[in-house]
């Protein structure tokens, strides 16, 4: 399905960072089927995008996503078989067949609400941010049905079983805070900070080599469910593939960087790549003294 105009989604564009943002504040961005459609056909266009270097995964209005419009997706749909299976394949292939192998690095930026079908793009992305009075909830138990599609597959792949168990089961709300205890999100931090926040990590990762970025998120997906055989032969090759097709050729132009020029210390900084990007030294922390001749990360 073509979609000529976006009413569901917006798109921003600024500095390598493109904000991809549900747009039906009205509804807390539940999420209906011409929304599904858009946000497929936009993460699919910005995959290959030159000047899209982060894809950040928000909502307009102050929320993330009250989860699927029940009306619009659930009941206008009984009737419709053809209807509902288009728009689910819809909702699942963006909100996880793209995220969670896209090759751009994504941040969820979560506020208001974060309920139900939202957990699977809070989940597919590679990293969230959420403020810290931002309501999660897995409310499906409380009318009637379990936690569908995916979302109970990544959810109890994210965190501890008990956890898991205890909100799906009970339903009952929890806040940010609660969310970074038990590793939903990366950092809960206060509402007015969270876009500032985003943008800060954001820059962080581009800063870092495309083409290793890329491999090590791939990687760190994909060997979770490797036993350790498998995973010594797919990182094998994974390393092999990005010096064949790596046109920052990072190997080589990290270690010289490193080795011969001295221009930085890889414990707390990146090389500098052919676009500039280089990370400085985190706050508070100084690079290593030199003590020794020894060479060492």
Not at 74 to 86: D, I, L, S, V, Y
Not at 242 to 266: H, R
Not at 278 to 283: L, N, T, Y
């Amino acid at each position: 399905m073509a979609i000529t105009k976006l009413e569901c989604v917006t798109v921003e564009k600024q500095d390598g960072i493109t904000w991809v943002m549900l747009n039906r504040p009205e509804k807390r961005n539940a999420m209906s089927p011409q929304l599904h459609y858009e946000m497929d056909e936009t993460l699919r266009d910005l995959e290959t995008d030159p000047e899209t270097k982060v894809v950040v995964i928000g909502g307009n209005g102050g929320y993330f996503s009250a989860g699927q419009d029940l009306k619009m997706f659930f009941r206008e749909n009984e009737k419709n078989p053809a209807g509902r299976k288009r728009a689910a394949e819809a909702a699942n292939r963006w909100r996880w067949e793209r995220l969670y192998k896209y090759d751009k690095p994504t941040i969820a930026m979560v506020e208001g609400y974060c309920v139900g079908g939202a957990f699977m793009q809070l989940l597919g992305t590679d990293f969230a941010i959420a403020a810290e009075d931002t309501v999660f909830s897995l409310s499906e138990v409380n009318w009637g049905i379990l936690p569908g599609a995916l979302v109970s597959k990544v959810v109890a792949d994210a965190v501890l079983p008990r956890h898991a168990l205890y909100y799906c089961c009970l339903g009952e709300a929890f806040d940010g805070k609660e969310a970074e205890r038990i590793g939903m999100i990366n950092f809960a931090v206060p509402k007015k900070k969270l876009r500032a926040e985003t943008i800060k990590l954001a820059k962080k990762l581009m800063e870092k080599s495309p083409a290793v970025l890329r491999a090590t998120k791939h990687a760190v997906r994909q060997v979770r469910t490797m036993d350790f055989d498998q995973s010594y032969d797919y990182l094998a090759a994974k390393g092999q593939a990005i010096k064949v097709g790596d046109p920052e050729d990072s190997y080589n132009t990290g270690l010289k960087q490193f080795l011969d020029e001295k221009a930085y210390k890889p414990t707390f900084q990146s090389f500098k790549t052919k676009d500039g990007g280089a990370s400085k030294p985190a706050k508070g922390k100084k690079p290593l003294a030199k003590k020794s001749k020894v060479k060492s990360a």
